[in-house]
Structures are given as structure tokens and as C-alpha cells.
């Protein structure tokens, strides 16, 4: 027998799962290098494309997003967790063939229309509906594989995965345009003809490995445990564990997993409320405006051309540095600390951004509070909602309750994204108030009633929530 866990083996398992979640930040980001092309192309098949269609076309992944997220819980359950992200890997890969050549099969190579534009949307919700299984089930593969100790650790490693997904894809994107041509004419041009085609086509690539090398790792022992196979989980945990440990750990799984289908409020509604919230509070406090539109608010700020993308990628390396903050603390000093710290950093950096949109200062004090907005993200909210949304649901509820709780994120991201121009044109320290106001509303929410859940086991989950 194994009397020790190997750390390796764990890393290997963590390492592909991870995929997922860089896959996540490539399928999400991919479409900013290409949009601008993209308007270009479908307005030239005379069919009335406009600002309504280009808006729809460069968010439609958003719709698949939720939509994956909800079935996540379903397929988690019914699939697994392995077999969903098998799923998911087969919808990016698809999505990314599809958006290179929505001709395929039904059209004309190159000549936009209507019917075209419809066809590439679909493709792009595959990509979405990927997207949503991914954010759901990576985090949830990862808990449910991890030993207590380092499970904050290695769940935030998705989120990393996220970001650096992210600066990949914006680095390719900036690669493949830049070797279209001499001349900014001539790169406009190709641009329009197959550029934005080669940056879709690009994520084919982590795709096809991520579906490769999913046939190399385990189910999860939760899920084993769940469908009668307990004999591989305890191989499983004993792998990652060690035999003694192993032995201890399906005890306890096997106690917290006698009842497969327990209602969604066995636990009671507060669980579940929780979970939501988390959700809705990572979105409300306005990240994704700031990771969207930062080349456009850089712009507002008086940058242009090369030194608005140079502070975007400033923003982006401020990012993985405080989410590798976030990696190598969550297990250390623990949930609760990260969140409420990262909730302050996040109303400090808004209301500074407000103040000096009423006081028409936009400079380099600008750019400084957006790093200290965005830093306080990474270290807080980015990852750590993560981590409890995949641990602090019991065992036999858990897929249905994370699916929830991802659905209710995409939704929120949708809204807050979709509202950030109609509250802009109303007013831009406004709206920057009303995201501080939510990151105020966020630290108080954590410290009233979020749990604290650092070196808990999965199991725990189970009896804490059993005696409120």
C-alpha cells in the first residue's frame, strides 16, 4: 500500500484541470482582438448590421455561459465531473472551428449575411455554454480532489488559469495581427478577410489538449462515492492521500454521501442564499466593466493608440501577480480575511476613480487607483469566490447548488457588462460610486454571514451546515 500521498500526481491532476479554467479566460477574451474586424466583415453584406447586431454578436458567448452554468449541476451529477469536462472541451473545441468557418456546410466562403451571422453566434454559445460548464466544474473537480490543507491553494490556481488564459490570448491576438501585413492598411484589410478567423481558430489548440489529457486523470473520490464505486475512490485518495489517510477520508465521504439524491434545501435556504450572493457580489462590485472596457476607459483617461493597450497590460501583469498572492494565502490566513481586505482595496480604488471623474482629474492618479481596484480583485474576490462556491456546499447537494450559484454569476456579469454604457453616458463618477457602494455592501456580507471555512474538510461542509 502507499503509505504517502504523492504531491506530484496531485499537481498533474491540478495542472489539467486548470486547463479549464485558462480555456475560460481564452474563449472569453478571444473576441477583443477580433470584434473590431468582425463589424467590418457582417457590414458588409448590406443586411442591416448595426450597433444593436454588433453588440449581440460580440456578447453571445455571455448566453452560453449561462446557459452552461445552469446545467452544469445536472451534468456534474449525471456525467460526472470528469466526463462534463470532457463536454465542455469538445464545445470549445467546436466553437473554435465553427467561428474560423461558419460557412461550413451551408454557405458561401467569405460572403456575409444574415443567416452567416446567426451561424456564428450559435458557434460562439457553444463556446459560452463550454465556458459555463468550465467555470462550474473545474473549481468543483479540483475541490473535490484536493486535500483540505492545500485546497484554497489549489483552487485558486483556476482562477489564475483564468487570467493568464487572458493575457495568452491577448498576446496571440497581437501576434497573428501583426503578421498580416506591412501597413496598417494592408493589416486592416487581412484583418477583415481572415484575421479575426486565425484568432478563434487559435484556441482549437488548448482545446484538443485539454479533451487529451482528460482521459488521463481520475473521476473524483466525492463522485466515485456518490454512484457506488468505492473500492476506485479509495485508489483514488490513496494516490493523493496515502492509505491511512485514504481509509479515514471515504469514512467520512460515505457518511456525508448515504443519501445520492437529497433535496436542494436539505441544508436549509441559507446555504444557497449565500452561495448566490457570493456570485452576485463578485460581479456587482464591476470587475468585468474594468476588464472589458479598460483599453476604452485608458482612452477616456487621454491614452492612445499603443500606450492604452501598454497600461492594459501593465493591469494584466498586476493581476496575476496579486492572484498568485491570493494562491499562496488563502490557505494561511483564510477566506473571510482576503474577501473583507479585498472589499476595502476595491471601495478605496472606486471612490478615488469617482472623486476624480466629478473633478474632471483623470491622469496617472487614474491608472494608479484602477491597479489598486483591480489588485485588491485578484488577492479577494477573483479566486476566493471561487474556492467557497466549490467547497462550501455539502457533498450530495453540491452540483445542484453550484450550478445555481454559477448561473447566478453569469447573469449578474451579464447585467452589470450590458449596463456599464447606458450608466456611463448618465454619468461616470456615478457609476464608479455605485460600485463602491456594492464593495462596501460585500465586506459587510462576508463578515455577517459567510463562513470561514479554511483547513475544513468537504465533509464538514456537510455537518456545519446541518447544525445552523
Not at 152 to 159: D, E, F, H, P
Not at 197 to 212: H, I, N, Q, T, Y
Request: glycine share 10%; with cysteine.
Amino acid at each position: 500500500m502507499q503509505k504517502e500521498g504523492s504531491k506530484l500526481y496531485l499537481g498533474y491532476v491540478t495542472l489539467v484541470a486548470i486547463i479549464g479554467g485558462l480555456l475560460f479566460g481564452y474563449d472569453t477574451a478571444v473576441i477583443s482582438g477580433a470584434e473590431q474586424a468582425l463589424e467590418t466583415f457582417f457590414a458588409s453584406g448590406n443586411f442591416g448590421y448595426n450597433k444593436f447586431w454588433h453588440g449581440v454578436t460580440a456578447s453571445s458567448a455571455l448566453l452560453g455561459c449561462i446557459i452552461g452554468g445552469a446545467i452544469s449541476g445536472m451534468l456534474a451529477s449525471r456525467l460526472g465531473r470528469r466526463n462534463s469536462l470532457r463536454l465542455a472541451s469538445v464545445l470549445f473545441l467546436l466553437s473554435a472551428l465553427g467561428s474560423y468557418r461558419p460557412e461550413f456546410l451551408f454557405f458561401n466562403y467569405g460572403e456575409a449575411n444574415y443567416n452567416l451571422m446567426l451561424a456564428f453566434n450559435a458557434y460562439r454559445i457553444l463556446g459560452g455554454i463550454g465556458v459555463g460548464l468550465a467555470s462550474a466544474i473545474c473549481p468543483m473537480y479540483i475541490a473535490e480532489l484536493a486535500p483540505a490543507n492545500v485546497r484554497g491553494t489549489l483552487v485558486s490556481c483556476n482562477q489564475f488559469a483564468i487570467i493568464f488564459g487572458m493575457l495568452v490570448v491577448y498576446f496571440v491576438n497581437y501576434l497573428i495581427r501583426n503578421k498580416l501585413g506591412e501597413t496598417p492598411e494592408a493589416i486592416n484589410a487581412a484583418m477583415v478577410s481572415i484575421g479575426w478567423r486565425r484568432m478563434f481558430l487559435s484556441e482549437a489548440v488548448p482545446a484538443a489538449l485539454f479533451g487529451l489529457l482528460l482521459f488521463f486523470v481520475p473521476k473524483t473520490p466525492r463522485y466515485l462515492v456518490l454512484t457506488r464505486e468505492e473500492s476506485n475512490a479509495l485508489h483514488v485518495l490513496t494516490r493523493i492521500n496515502g492509505s491511512e489517510m485514504a481509509k479515514n477520508i471515504l469514512e467520512e465521504i460515505k457518511q456525508t454521501a448515504k443519501e445520492k439524491n437529497e433535496k436542494l434545501f436539505a441544508y436549509g435556504i441559507q446555504v444557497i442564499i449565500i452561495g448566490i450572493l457570493l456570485s452576485v457580489f463578485q460581479q456587482a462590485v464591476g470587475i468585468n466593466v474594468v476588464l472589458y472596457y479598460a483599453p476604452r476607459i485608458f482612452e477616456n483617461m487621454g491614452a492612445t493608440g499603443d500606450t492604452s493597450m501598454l497600461q492594459t497590460v501593465i493591469m494584466g501583469t498586476v493581476n496575476i501577480i496579486f492572484t498568485l498572492v491570493a494562491i499562496f494565502t488563502v490557505d494561511k490566513f483564510g477566506r473571510k480575511p482576503l474577501l473583507i481586505i479585498g472589499s476595502a482595496g476595491m471601495m478605496i480604488g472606486m471612490l478615488a476613480l469617482s472623486m476624480l471623474s466629478f473633478t474632471d482629474s483623470i491622469g496617472l492618479a487614474a491608472l494608479i487607483f484602477i491597479i489598486i481596484y483591480t489588485a485588491s480583485f485578484m488577492m479577494g474576490w477573483g479566486p476566493i469566490c471561487w474556492v467557497l462556491i466549490s467547497e462550501i456546499f455539502p457533498n450530495t447537494i453540491r452540483g445542484k447548488a453550484v450550478a445555481i450559484a454559477v448561473a447566478a454569476q453569469w447573469i449578474s456579469n451579464f447585467l452589470v457588462s450590458s449596463t456599464f454604457p447606458s450608466l456611463s453616458a448618465w454619468s461616470i463618477g456615478g457609476t464608479y460610486m455605485i460600485y463602491a457602494v456594492f464593495a462596501l455592501l460585500s465586506a459587510i456580507f462576508v463578515w455577517r454571514w459567510v463562513p470561514e471555512t479554511k483547513g475544513k474538510t468537504l465533509e464538514d461542509m456537510s455537518r456545519l451546515w446541518k447544525g445552523k
